[in-house]
């Protein structure tokens, strides 16, 4: 399955932004899928994932409350609502795609988001 992230961009602290990743090329109602992040200089870190059918999402601790994941699996597309930005939230994001919530094998390009103070 191939991944293309979307929507990154220069906000502001306290702003809202909203990530899509389309999918193609593979069955996107079989795959979990996640977002993940890397900021300068830290290793890559979970942000949130989805399983198959919406039922269960899981958030890190540091975006809990203020990102939200959801799916839209008629257009093979997964969404990363981001609000109450932080500069600490600046990162490259990635989506990702799995047959669970564990391992992730399908990976798109980042989409860079940049939060100023």
């Known amino acids: 399955v191939q991944l293309q992230a979307s929507g990154g961009g220069l906000v502001q602290a306290g702003d809202s932004l909203k990530l899509s990743c389309t999918a193609s090329?593979?069955?996107?109602?079989?795959?979990?899928m996640g977002w993940f992040r890397q900021a300068p200089g830290k290793e890559r870190e979970h942000v949130a994932r989805?399983?198959?059918?919406?039922?269960?999402?899981v958030y890190a601790n540091s975006v809990k409350g203020r990102f939200t994941i959801s799916r839209d699996n008629a257009k093979n597309m997964v969404f990363l609502q981001m609000n109450s930005l932080k500069p600490e939230d600046t990162a490259v994001y990635y989506c990702a795609a799995g047959r669970d919530l564990v391992q992730w094998p399908y990976w798109g390009q980042g989409t860079l988001v940049t939060v100023s103070s």
């Open positions: 090329g593979g069955t996107f109602s079989a795959y979990a």
């Open positions: 989805i399983s198959w059918n919406g039922v269960t999402t």
